[in-house]
């Protein structure tokens, strides 16, 4: 049995984690840290996982040594900024204990290769660029034999995993033109559990709104990053999200000019052939299309692919579970690889449909 | 007091006419009808509408003689196909009782002015080019004189309305290349009030999917006619809709490139001149987006422009009431013009949010 | 035209209040308040009221003397506690000022007759017992007459509206026991605009629960005073409310022992004949239940009447809506009463349906 | 491993337990039936389950030979009235076999032990009375024994789920009078899966409605001879069903006048105490309330205790997932128990929240 610390509980990040520990056979969550909930159990802030034993974990405060002395892994579910240093203080614990340890950072802190990219779109400065440079991009389904020796994996963001596993087989087959367009759509756990005006029930409901709209979300230097690295080529594309009111799923609709005469059948052979062994990644048959639900409360990500014959547009849609895929339990499955488990245990979910 | 029919009060335009139509100060309910409803009152059948005076308009079969003789106006709410035999025997018998009469079809049957585009898109022959050739698109904002004139209305489809005010500008001061994506959501009276599974709550709620991806919806030709003519010119655009789960509610995110060098202030400007007059055309200020809740059960398109400057787009977002402005608010607008009433009457009301 | 105020625009009592004042065309919004968003338009903070005219009126810090000067009527939707002091003090300044001016009440603090009951529920000592004597209960169904002459009306609250309505024609012609239950629904706006977890999209959104289970909550002594009140005996009742995922809406289901031999067509027929002349009261024919779409963005009030045989019980069931009849419109019924215009100006809304 | 049939996959409940059979260790889906989808592959009907081996299974029409020689175990999600004739054949078929089979029946038609009374609410007449006599009821957390011995196991309805484990312990402990008043809210699945205009999105979202008011609903005959039972006595309940606009979830708001001098502490410590060894039943602290999202997915059912002292009243509140809980996750429970597997094998989820 892994013993696990979870700093930052009380986000949907941190909720989702607790929820998907909460019956894992080998990981056992034995710190959860929270400023504002410390001294509470588990099961007082989320009642649903009372009768567990993990709702009878009481909520500490953050304590550098203890965590990094008690624990084999530790999830990260605080805000950018905050976790790069929380890591670097526990990795250099961890270094003076002579302690082997794996951290999932959920924040975007060591996702951007480039410490001066990420200054640019995040406005702070990077004070961990040692470990920044060590840290794995945690998309299992494409860097599983990394992750496996990693200490420090940056768990992707929720946009940038439903884009990159979308956009990979068409750029690595060279199928489609660099002119590409992602409109996003997100279900609102992806805003967060902080109290604010924008994020009230009464401000979402029977509503949908487009935000951050013409290349303005952080997500897109991610995309760009993996999809560049991943096809040893300059990526750039426009990356424009839309509020959702449902709770959980990503849906994205991207676009982009064929740029060879190819026909959809062989398209979607070759995304079938890309993914021909990842688990979570399901190419729909031809005339099929993704929808948020079918992958509710599960790892998979679902692609749709389509041509519009018309302006000769590949047009690829593809969803996740923000919260699930898109965070924590893809944080979970960076855990078991990372601890040597099989990558699903305990996250082989089928999807809660309906 | 103006005399009306209605023809199909079943589904939800009927239902939304019949709602407007309950205080109307001008126009009266004076025929309703449905095979299956037949008999009701439509306040057994709509039990909102209990306690107006047209609560007690008893349903009856359509019969072409009596609601010809005693309407001057008649709205169609049935579904494409069926309204072009309906409106050719109204104005046969119109014709033949030498009676001047109004006619607004909230079906697709008389607004593609092409027969042979519209009978490759719809799969079905047009049996009434001669009142094809005469119907006025009913799109208020642009051909207000046409309508005011015309006595046969082809009011336009939801998606078609925001899309084509959302274009409008910027393709006739020729700012953008025509390589047009629209990405449209819609909100689910779109689907109608059919009894069908896809259509079910448990079907809808908590979920998010595209459909007819791929230049396949039906909106795509009259969409294309309509930017074709206004600006003198052949416009292609992908067309791809998605379904929300909202009831009243669209909103289109259309991406086009910049075809010239312009600032997005000098854009905001053009849009703002262009509909300088337009009562029911918001455009927002620069960084405003449009929300469906700002325009729901309201006439108003609220469109809002941005660019993305690092792949130089042009991303316009416009948001109607696929209902109210996309369907039964702008079939009363027609009327009102058609009927010499000022384009208002009954339909000015504030937005419902929340 | 009647110049208003409003104090404290910011919550969706004000928000709702703005929306209505929009198309009013007899009272014009001159001023309103709001301490944090001092300076803004209210089109800035409302986008759906941009284009009208109230979307050009800039929020102002609340200014006694300026308010009480130039407005006839001023509405307050501030938490109680803030509105006593308020009215207060407008009364005083009316009073210097030699000005006769009417004053609306959002608040609960006007509503409670009794200072002593009034704080044992709300925790606050009454200070302006003067006024609270004077002060009018605004249900204007029932007391059309007094509110007519008023200068202070205390706006009802949601629950109580739904609730008297419904138990009054049965309380007062003795046909149920005095073993009352109120099993309450409502919608999220009626938990406030203000920021926190609780009242969160991804809190409340496909989730349902009760709340201030077994007589908590603070509407009990509301509703039992008017009940008594109305009734000239004792009423108790148990008050459970319960939150539900919609916007706006309140239905309760309200269970009491039948007191005598009589048919469900009878008490019917009493229902029917108590509401003969209210306009914005639906007694559904039997066999009908109210639902809160049927009366959303109405004053409507639906009652339904139900006999469980098995058990003797009257089971009532009622729907408003509780922004509008619950709050605001019901506001502004209060202000036309009092101002000397027909009740129904500007709110003689069709139920926005679907 | 378990060979399973399912007969009638295309309703809410055959969906539901065609998702928790997907990854069930010990029993596998070899039979799936369905009139109107026969010859699809499940994955083809329900694209969520793509990739797992149940997706491959292919829907045949029903015959009664294979089954019944092929399956250890059949679970039954089809109409009542159908129902019983099925479940004749098969136990004919199998004794004829000499075969030993086990059968879960979802409908309602071995619930009621008395078939008059059977009749007299579902007006059908019972023409398997021999198997009724032996069908046990479902209810895993009071019946366990004898389920693990049952052939035929009536699964409990959704409503009655939530109302007998909330009402048992006060009955069982006399601390209530027989004045038992159910009001009841269930998501929408509970509504089926069928086409028809009153469950479309459009029809329930933001909405809510009272159905079956006044002691009318099927639901009722059940839970009054499961507490008749319990008990040893003859109880009568109001029950009042309402409809959630949501997918999952029971919330039953249950008020009964107390009988005795007691403490809400000592209640509470009754119901902890009769409950103490069911894993799937969790009594809240005092002053917690069950929410519908807490049960989400999940086979609990949360109850919350509180007293109404102005009334002297017991309201009991108790929550469960009407699909899980209430229906297919129960069955699977039950399969597990009279298979001889460990009750929770693979349906120990934590509940989906949010």
Chains 1, 2, 3, 4 share one sequence.
Not at 54 to 83: N, R, S, Y
Not at 137 to 144: A, K, N, P, R, T
Not at 148 to 154: N, Y
Request: charged residues 20%; contains cysteine.
């Amino acid at each position: 049995m892994y013993q696990a610390g979870l700093i930052g509980i009380t986000g949907y990040t941190g909720m989702e984690l607790a929820r998907i520990l909460a019956t894992h056979p080998n990981i056992s969550l034995k710190y959860a840290t929270s400023r504002q909930e410390n001294g509470k159990y588990i099961e007082e802030l989320y009642p649903f996982l009372r009768s567990y034993p993990i709702g009878k974990v009481q909520i500490t405060d953050f304590d550098a040594t203890t965590i990094t002395k008690e624990c084999d892994i530790i999830f990260l579910a605080v805000p950018h900024g905050t976790a790069m240093n929380t890591v670097g203080e526990i990795f250099q614990l961890a270094t003076k204990l002579n302690k082997k340890i794996k951290v999932i950072d959920l924040s975007a802190d060591f996702r951007i290769k480039d410490p001066q990219l990420f200054e640019n779109w995040y406005q702070i400065k990077h004070n961990q660029t040692a470990l920044l440079k060590n840290a794995v991009y945690g998309l299992f389904d494409l860097y599983e034999e990394q992750i496996k020796e990693a200490s420090l994996i940056a768990n992707p963001g929720c946009y940038p995993t439903a884009s990159i596993l979308g956009l990979y087989p068409a750029l690595s087959h060279n199928i489609i033109k660099k002119d590409i367009i992602i409109d996003a759509k997100s279900g609102t756990t992806g805003a967060g559990r902080k109290a604010q005006v924008p994020s009230l029930f009464c401000e979402v409901y029977d509503n949908f709104r487009p935000y951050s709209i013409g290349g303005k979300h952080r997500h897109t230097p991610e995309i760009e990053q993996e999809l560049s690295r991943l096809t040893q080529d300059t990526i750039i594309v426009s990356f424009n999200p839309h509020l959702l009111p449902i709770e959980r799923g990503i849906l994205n609709t991207i676009y982009a000019p064929l740029s060879q005469n190819i026909t959809l059948q062989e398209i979607h052979t070759l995304y079938q052939k890309t993914y021909q062994n990842k688990k979570f990644i399901r190419i729909l048959p031809l005339g099929q299309l993704p929808e948020t639900r079918n992958v509710r409360g599960s790892l998979f990500c679902d692609i749709g692919i389509a041509v519009d014959n018309r302006t000769q547009k590949l047009i690829i849609t593809s969803a996740i579970d923000n919260l699930a895929r898109g965070a924590s339990m893809q944080a979970i499955a960076n855990a078991n690889l990372c601890l040597g488990l099989d990558v699903d245990t305990n996250i082989n979910f089928a999807p809660v449909c309906p």
